[in-house]
Every structure is written in structure tokens, then in C-alpha cells.
């Protein structure tokens, strides 16, 4: 049997380009492509033969749950290995219904459990490390999880707010007003049941959306 291809859709360069080098060393796929976005990933499963997806889920540009949408709706079949940020049980979850075969958090990410989740997905099977699996268990029969996808003006607005911009300068960054910025903030805020900008930025990197 002819190893399979892989796509790995991550938005951070220095992990990409790491994965393949491990991967490459372990001559287990015959090529590996990437995509930085949501969009480039599609395009790439719609042009090339991909056997298996490691997905990141929060991108810079789109989202990369929409890429998991896109994989279900085509019935494709694909497996997808999330490689995530996300720890929170919301999070987790959503990716879980969006037909993911396997969660591996980025932080605490060993070569062995990569081999491993790789391996158990490519012969069918799911793959999901103790920590998650107990989140899994837990919540598997929660029918509501809040689960936070930000929008592209959102995702800038949150990387202003955490470099400590003004209104005004984040206005001049995004290039609109600051009657705009100040209605994407109290929104944003809104979204995340957050109490002010601080519990905001708190918030974020708790869950994910900042590194």
C-alpha cells in the first residue's frame, strides 16, 4: 500500500515547518502539504489527494472548525487530527461533533503521542489522550456548550487590545472608526462573558485565542 499525504493547516510557520521535519524523519507520509488558512486548505483538498488533515482550529484567517464544516458537508471522509490550543471543555466538544478523530493540545505535545494519534487514525480508529477523553466523557450528552469563534475583525481587535492600543489607534490599525471599534469591543466582551478589557485579554489566552 502507497503511504498517504497529509495536509497540515496551522497559521504558525515554525510549526509547520517543525512537523514536517519530525514527520519526514519517520518516512510515514509520501507528501505533506500545508495551509495557512482555511481557504488555502480547502483548495488544496479540493486539488490534491489528502489521506490525512492535522488541524489547527483557531487561524488567523478564517477558522479552522471551517475547514472540519467543509470535510462533513463534502462526506469526504477525511480523518482530522486537531492540534489545538483550546483546553476548555466548549472548545474541545465543538470539535468533537465536527468529526474530528483525534484532540492533541499544542502546548504539551509529545513526538511519541503525535506517532501514536497518527497511527490509531490512519487504520480507522480515534485517538484521544486521557485529559481529553475525560473532558469527552464528561460532556458528551451536553447538548449547549458555548463554544467562541471570532470573526477576522475580532481576532485583530483582540491582538490590539492585548498589545495595549487605544481606541483610536486601533481604529487607524483596522482602518475604521472608533465608534466601530468601540461597538466590536462591547460585543466582543459580550460574546466572551467578560466583565471588562482585562477579563477579556484573561479570557483569551485561558482558552486559546491568544498565544
Not at 497518527?118 to 447538548?143: A, C, H, M, T
Not at 449547549?144 to 481576532?155: A, M, S
Request: aromatic residues 6%; hydrophobic residues 40%; without cysteine.
Amino acid at each position: 500500500m502507497s503511504k498517504p499525504n497529509l495536509l497540515i493547516v496551522d497559521d504558525h510557520v515554525y510549526f509547520r515547518k517543525s512537523t514536517i521535519a519530525l514527520l519526514q524523519n519517520y518516512s510515514i507520509f509520501n507528501k505533506i502539504w500545508e495551509a495557512e488558512s482555511a481557504s488555502t486548505a480547502i483548495q488544496r483538498i479540493q486539488t490534491h489527494p489528502i489521506h490525512l488533515i492535522f488541524l489547527d482550529a483557531r487561524l488567523q484567517q478564517g477558522d479552522g472548525l471551517d475547514v472540519a464544516d467543509y470535510i462533513r458537508k463534502q462526506k469526504s471522509g477525511i480523518p482530522m487530527i486537531a492540534i489545538t490550543s483550546y483546553s476548555d471543555a466548549a472548545n474541545l466538544m465543538h470539535l468533537v461533533r465536527a468529526g474530528v478523530h483525534s484532540i492533541l493540545i499544542k502546548a504539551s505535545l509529545e513526538p511519541n503521542e503525535m506517532l501514536e494519534a497518527i497511527q490509531s487514525v490512519l487504520i480507522g480508529k480515534k485517538y484521544f489522550p486521557l485529559v481529553i477523553r475525560s473532558v469527552v466523557e464528561d460532556n458528551l450528552y451536553e447538548e449547549e456548550l458555548p463554544v467562541i469563534r471570532l470573526t477576522d475583525n475580532e481576532k485583530k481587535l483582540l491582538l490590539s487590545l492585548k498589545r495595549g492600543h487605544t481606541s483610536k489607534e486601533i481604529a487607524s490599525i483596522m482602518n475604521i472608526t472608533v465608534a466601530t471599534v468601540d461597538t466590536y469591543r462591547k460585543r466582543l466582551i459580550e460574546k466572551t462573558q467578560s466583565s471588562n478589557v482585562q477579563d477579556l485579554i484573561g479570557f483569551a489566552y485561558r482558552n486559546g485565542l491568544l498565544d
